[in-house]
């Protein structure tokens, strides 16, 4: 199967299958678009964009006493519902102290589909749940257009605590450091190892850079199954929150018909499953 993205600037054919890896060439980002200069305003003004970046890449190296790291804190069963327990307790990193409470991933015990996101949110530090927002809302669309059951599937993120600014009585979501990502890593590998699914989907960079490496980039990589130590089928795409903070209504279609483009993909691998 093969699908062609028109309409828009630089995209390329995709295609599934075997060979796939070999044969798709890189697809334009739509989220480089965001920022191409020129382009009209963001929904999300520049500077809150540019200070995002900046503070992800240029996070201080905080002293070891901030980020101790999670697996001290973890149980000695692995077990989901141990690991779940045993996440409040965390104090692996200094993000427990402001959120309300960690978000555990959830989902089939076995599910064969885990997809991994990058924080909690506000409506999810609140729930305890993840992806219960705007953009889980975008995932359940993607994930029943690509036919995937939600019981076969598991949701978890890179990061357990919410991590935000507050700006008056709003709390504004701030992307996790490297240094934190690190820090939460073991609750992630324990999910994964106690699940052991056969296909992970990496929701944004900062899943994908968690598990793949600093140098992954969704954009290249994004619209073909990967071959992975972390499941037999690895895929990689945009954050749903990325595609629900694109500049403009014809942006935000052409990346959501992206996304949901990259979830049948899934969906198609999904099937092969015996
Ligand atoms: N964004 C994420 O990365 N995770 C959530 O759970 C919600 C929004
Ligand atoms: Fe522990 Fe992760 Fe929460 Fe940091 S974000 S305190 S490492 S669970």
New binding site residues.
Partial sequence: MSREITGFGGCASRKSGPGAAAAAPPIASTISKVFMPGRRASAVPAWAMLRRRYMAVRARKPPPEEVPGAAAFLPERHSLTALRAAVQTCHGCTLYREATQA?FGEGAPHARVVLI?????D??DIAGK????P??RLLDEALAVAHIPRTDVY?T??VKHFKFTRRGKKRI?DKPTRYEVAACKPWLDAELEAIDPEIVVL??A??AQALLGPTFRVTQERGRVLETDVARWTFATV???AVLRAPDDELRRLAKDEFIADFELVGDYFRKLA
């Fill in positions: 978000v996101g990058e924080v909690p949110g409506y999810e993840p992806f219960v927002g953009a889980g949701v993120n890179a979501h929701l944004g900062t899943a954050h749903p929150a």
